[in-house]
């Protein structure tokens, strides 16, 4: 049962374009939600995160959203480079110190 | 400073053999976990470790997989008796702040594991 979805395994976008990255989730007790970048042969690296409590919060380029209701947040790149191709994981934090990931989704941003 | 090493990168080992996985954590940071991430999946919790508490192992797959943390630091992650299922990628996590704060952890580059 997975509590944590990304339904897109992969995007691509023209550089310059707006990139938009969707995760689902279904436990109502996960209450802080983070987005990681991985490259190949490399960990992920923390991006960005969102508390419940907010429905936006933004850092350069990058904007989560969250929609409680919907169980949905989402990460906005824009302008999206070639460099940001890479497999973006969403994560969620309920009780306790734990991180549920999603499946990733493959942006690949075309010159 | 130095973030999350693991060794080795790669192993490639035979089915029914024994495999130890290394992963030394961020100076100080009183977290750490294990993952892993089998080909085109996410991201897999398997064992929590925290300060000097009994570790969380509710992800370990089977009685085949360990993991030992000494001294509040480094950790090992032990397979026996490998199986082919078994071939991914392990990722170690370690994190400063206990329960309560930013939930961010820092990763290590994985172990790529193949059994063969």
């Known amino acids: 049962d997975q509590q944590v979805k990304q339904n897109s395994p992969s995007l691509s976008v023209q550089e310059g374009r707006i990139s938009i990255l969707n995760c689902d989730y279904t436990n109502s007790m996960f209450d802080y939600f983070l987005w990681y970048k991985k490259y190949p042969a490399e960990g992920p690296t923390f991006l960005i995160s969102i508390s419940s409590i907010k429905d936006k919060n933004e850092d350069g380029r990058f904007t989560v959203f969250l929609n409680k209701s919907a169980k949905h947040l989402s990460l906005h790149i824009v302008p999206s480079q070639p460099g940001d191709s890479a497999v973006y994981f969403c994560a969620a934090a309920g009780a306790g110190n734990m991180l549920t990931f999603g499946g990733g989704t493959r942006l690949m941003v075309k010159p | 400073g130095a973030g999350v090493s693991q060794s080795p990168s790669n192993k490639v080992t035979e089915k029914g053999k024994d495999v130890e996985l290394r992963c030394d954590p961020i100076s100080g940071h009183t977290a750490l976990y294990w993952y892993r991430q089998s080909l085109g999946q996410g991201l897999e919790f398997l064992i929590y470790f925290q300060g000097n508490s009994a570790p969380d192992k509710s992800g370990l797959p089977s009685d085949r997989f360990s993991a030992e943390r000494t001294g509040g630091s480094v950790s090992t992650l032990t397979i026996q008796r490998t199986q082919q299922e078994d071939s991914a990628v392990y990722l170690c996590?370690?994190?400063?702040?206990?329960?309560?704060?930013?939930?961010?952890?820092?990763f290590g580059p994985g172990t790529r594991l193949t059994v063969t």
């Open positions: 996590a370690s994190s400063p702040n206990p329960a309560g704060s930013s939930y961010e952890q820092y």
